[in-house]
Nanobody
């Protein structure tokens, strides 16, 4: 599966952005999709994930209550709605996928506290800048 992330931009603190992750080459039904971010000088951080087949979602503590991950099965797209953005949310955001066809893998790659493990397929990043 190939992924294309988009939707980044400049937003003021407290504002909102919606990122999109469009998939091609396969349907997302058998995948977990994760959103990750990396700020300059910092390690990559998992932000949110979804297992497409059952709609299970999970978030890192930094995203809980402000970010919402969702899927559009018809369009084979996963979204990350980001509200109440803070300057510390500024980063390059990536979407990534991993097959979870084998039973048990869904909760391994998308546990309750956000994406985990090694995601296999990565889209290019989209830059989010939060500044007044």
């Amino acid at each position: 599966v190939q992924l294309q992330a988009s939707g980044g931009g400049l937003v003021q603190p407290g504002g909102s952005l919606r990122l999109s992750c469009a998939a091609s080459g396969d349907t997302l039904e058998s995948y977990a999709i994760g959103w990750f971010r990396q700020a300059p000088g910092k390690e990559r951080e998992g932000v949110a994930c979804i297992t497409v087949s059952d709609g299970f979602t999970a978030y890192a503590d930094s995203a809980k209550g402000r970010f919402t991950i969702s899927r559009d099965n018809v369009g084979n797209t996963v979204y990350l709605q980001m509200d109440s953005l803070k300057p510390e949310d500024a980063a390059v955001y990536y979407c990534a996928a991993v097959s979870v066809r084998v039973p048990g893998l869904a909760r391994f790659y998308c546990p309750a506290n956000g994406p985990s493990g090694r995601y296999r397929n990565w889209g290019q990043g989209t830059l989010v800048t939060v500044s007044s």
